[in-house]
């Protein structure tokens, strides 16, 4: 099966910290996504990334950043956290012609 | 772009009853189309998913339909269990466009 392993479970932030957080997948595909999971708003899609060391903007990428250096890893970074970002955040990825396998989440608290 | 609309957005049966969830989207050139469940403290898992090349699709006691010229499509789940009880999302997208864009959900609760 796979895998998609985002690095926390749960992660409290303090306001103006930069956050990292972190994503792994191990069947070598192409696409990797960042989304973000509001009640009521369901995924909005922050950044994907169609290759190593390219990126594009989705739907509500401001304030945040990626870095993709390696093809497994997708990393969403948080330049200088606010407490509107608090949120879970999901990664996932997929081949590219079929549905996307996602990690359990990272819920960010930002106080 | 391509918007995603999901109704209802909570839904409650008896164990046993036949659940329904529906989504119509906006993209006439969107041309897949799949459904996650998500369980507490999970992250979203494809259940099933359909192409615009067929109308309907079933495994065991999930099926979709779509109705392309309505631009919607539906989630049907029979003899529901407890263990049906999460949060479903529907999505649709263009095959390798990266653009998928998910409905807001709808939490099922199946009722023992």
């Known amino acids: 099966d796979v895998k998609v392993t985002q690095s926390s479970r749960y992660l409290v932030k303090r306001t103006g910290e930069k956050v990292f957080l972190e994503c792994v997948q191990d069947m070598d595909h192409e696409n990797m996504f960042w989304y973000r999971q509001d009640p009521g708003l369901g995924l909005r899609l922050i950044y994907f990334?169609?290759?190593?060391?390219?990126?594009e903007k989705g739907d509500i990428p401001e304030g945040y950043s990626v870095s993709r250096e390696k093809k497994e890893r997708f990393s969403l970074i948080l330049e200088s956290a606010s407490t509107n970002q608090t949120s879970m955040y999901l990664c996932?990825?997929?081949?590219?012609?079929?549905?996307?396998?996602f990690g359990s989440g990272t819920r960010l608290t930002v106080v | 772009g391509e918007n995603v609309e999901q109704h209802p957005s909570t839904l409650s049966v008896q164990e046993g009853d036949s659940a329904v969830i529906k989504c119509t989207y906006s993209d006439s050139a969107s041309n897949y189309f799949p459904w996650y469940k998500q369980e507490l403290g999970k992250g979203p898992q494809l259940i099933i998913d359909?192409?615009?090349?067929?109308g309907e699709k079933k495994d065991q006691r999930i099926a979709v339909t779509l109705n392309k010229t309505a631009k919607h499509f539906s989630l049907h789940i029979t003899e529901t269990q407890p263990e049906d009880s999460a949060v479903y999302f529907c999505a649709a997208s263009i095959v390798l466009n990266n653009d998928m864009r998910f409905g807001a959900g709808t939490r099922l609760t199946v009722k023992p």
């Open positions: 996932a990825s997929t081949e590219g012609a079929g549905g996307y396998t």
């Open positions: 359909i192409r615009s090349n067929v």
């Open positions: 990334s169609y290759d190593v060391k390219m990126k």
